[in-house]
């Protein structure tokens, strides 16, 4: 296959190895323009180091887009983590159309943070969909689908990269071959499914520490590593990554106050909370280090007793 590649990052990186090292060759690579001192974008730096053409522009809708993916004289188009809306004119251009990874088994969990949102939400099943782009985000037809299911301990990092990375190259260049052999089938997505979550950032990774020890321990882990759930302590941010939830089964069970540190181990503390507790292994301080728990803890002069969210 002659393909054109839109994406940017590792994922795209990886897409573009992979379909180079089966043999297809790479007419052309859409990379979003970096913004300035920003770590050099990998799939960039791998189609520069391998002479390929490199396009960047800051819309995808410019007529210069149009005329540079016509130029390439593409069989498909491959959408690899892509964050520029990309229209219908642009997509059509290639002999075969286009198709798009998204991290979700849409039409469930549209939107730009699919991974964080189905694990902060509790739920055991998600995965990944290879559709047809269209003017609306998200909806086009699919062609495959891939499921993966959260563990109770899974984190965004733990199904991103053990799962949905590896798996959503190689479905990527699966449904390529569907739709190259005219063996594809496109199945329009059910609207009455269908949801949509906009950006996990800060504000959604905000821990409130009345809530149930299970939506804290769900929003922590939906959060790993990125943006990752905060608290405050003594009004200074603090970051909470590797953690685990222990469930009260008693009413003897239950101790301290919600967000109130009960004990410091030699490894992690443990925070009370409606429900349970949260132990806690890693947290990241204001100064960005990323710290065992009982570090930082000791770092700052703390004692059990403390009450996060202050």
Known sequence: MRIVLIGQQDFGKAVLDAALARGDTVAGVFCAPQAPGARPDPLHAAATERGLAVVQLPSLRDAAAIDAIRAMDADIGIMAYVVQFAPTDFVQVPRLGTIQYHPSLLPRHRGPSSINWPIILGETQTGLTIFRPTEGLDEGPVIL??????????????????????????????????????????????????????????????????????????????????????????????????????????????????????????????????????????????????????????????????????
């Not at 190689?170 to 979550?197: F, I, K, P, W």
């Not at 590797?242 to 009960?262: E, L, N, S, Y």
């Not at 925070?271 to 949260?278: D, E, K, L, T």
Request: hydrophobic letters at 40%; charged letters at 20%.
């Open 145 to 310: 689908q891939k499921r993966v299911s959260i563990g109770p301990d899974d984190t965004l990092g733990s199904i991103y990269f053990n799962h949905l990375f590896p798996l959503g190259v190689a479905a990527l260049l699966e449904a390529a071959d569907l739709v190259h052999a005219g063996r594809a089938q496109e199945t329009s997505q059910d609207e009455n499914l269908a949801s949509y979550e906009g950006w996990c950032r800060a504000a959604e990774a905000h821990i409130c520490w009345h809530a149930h020890a299970d939506h804290i321990y769900n929003l922590i882990r939906g959060c790993n590593p990125a943006p990752v759930a905060w608290t405050t302590l003594a009004g200074r941010k603090l970051g909470i990554l590797d953690a685990r939830r222990h469930p009260a089964r008693t009413f003897g069970a239950v101790q301290g106050k919600p967000g109130q540190c009960i004990a410091i181990g030699n490894d992690s503390m443990l925070i009370s909370a409606h429900g349970g507790q949260i132990e806690i292994f890693k947290v990241r301080g204001e100064d960005g280090r990323k710290l065992p728990a009982p570090q930082y803890c000791s770092e700052a002069g703390l004692q059990s007793g403390f009450i996060l969210g202050t």
